[in-house]
């Protein structure tokens, strides 16, 4: 996974999360931050590939 697509991901994710649970902000929040998480693994994972 890529950091660009992390972000979009997890958008995704807690919107749908938050459409079916009915409580879409906190699952938009939540998937914003779950994608923000994801870009900061990518963007480790991509360091440590390099350094090898």
Do not use: C, R, Y
């Not at 999360?17 to 009915?22: L, N, R």
């Amino acid at each position: 996974m890529n950091k660009k697509n992390a972000l979009a991901f997890g958008i995704i994710i807690g919107t749908v999360i938050g459409i079916i649970t009915d409580n879409l902000a906190l699952w938009l929040a939540l998937g914003v931050a779950f994608g923000a998480a994801g870009m900061v693994k990518a963007s480790k994972d991509e360091k440590e590939d390099t350094q090898e």
